[in-house]
């Protein structure tokens, strides 16, 4: 009797929560020591799954989780970045932090740290493929692990907080969890595209210009 009472008592939700949350903790502290993983669209979707469950606080559960994760990763990476630096032949995490900031997001980053110091953060964690170059804006300032630390506690907050939103407008458009989930994840992937799509349409103006110059000097005013 014993143990039909229990088996009657795991229901699918519960389920999903033993595995769901601790799965959801893993892959965002990966996703923010390896900048590969879509740590957004997992968040949005763990958010979606919540949003159709009858447990209590299933929600701020996936809260809770998602921000944590994100800065034990983000803390973490900025660790193992500054011991690169402090090495004499640099550090592997140190290089992929470098490969992944570009100069042109590096120089930005580092002119919006010097503007607004730790703040800028923040709008690291909310601008995609921004949280890298502002780390390391960050390294190359030699900022404090515990400043650091600081600044990134609202950043991951903000961070999960928006991608839940995005997961609970995709959960309440649809019936359907999984319809919720294909809709956030799109959504977030275009939300991660779409930047580097503007920089590279906007990459290849300056490249056009010569050629109309060489045409018409005169008449082409980027040549005044």
Wanted: proline share 7%; glycine share 10%; aromatic share 8%.
């Amino acid at each position: 009797m014993f143990l039909a009472a229990t088996g009657a008592a795991v229901t699918p939700e519960t389920t999903q929560q033993a595995i769901g949350y601790p799965s959801l903790f893993l892959l965002v502290l990966i996703g923010a020591l390896v900048p590969v993983v879509p740590t957004g669209a997992l968040v949005s979707s763990a958010a979606v799954v919540a949003f159709h469950q009858t447990t209590p606080f299933a929600l701020l559960l996936v809260f809770a989780v998602a921000s944590l994760a994100a800065f034990l990763g983000d803390v973490a990476l900025y660790w193992l970045g500054r011991r690169g630096m402090g090495s004499r032949n640099g550090s592997r995490w140190l290089e992929a932090i470098r490969v992944r900031a570009p100069e042109d997001r590096l120089s930005q980053a580092q002119e919006k740290l010097s503007d607004h110091g730790a703040t800028v953060l923040v709008l690291s964690r909310l601008v995609p493929a921004g949280r890298i170059p502002v780390m390391l804006a960050c390294l190359l300032a030699k900022m404090p692990l515990r400043a650091f630390a600081r600044g990134d506690i609202p950043a991951c907050l903000a961070w999960a907080a928006t991608y839940q939103v995005i997961g609970i407008l995709g959960g309440s458009l649809f019936d359907e969890p999984w319809e919720g989930v294909v809709a956030a994840v799109v959504l977030t992937v275009a939300l991660g595209l779409a930047p580097g799509l503007w920089r590279r349409v906007r990459g290849t103006e300056p490249r056009e210009r010569p050629g109309r110059g060489t045409e018409n000097p005169a008449g082409d005013p980027g040549n005044r």
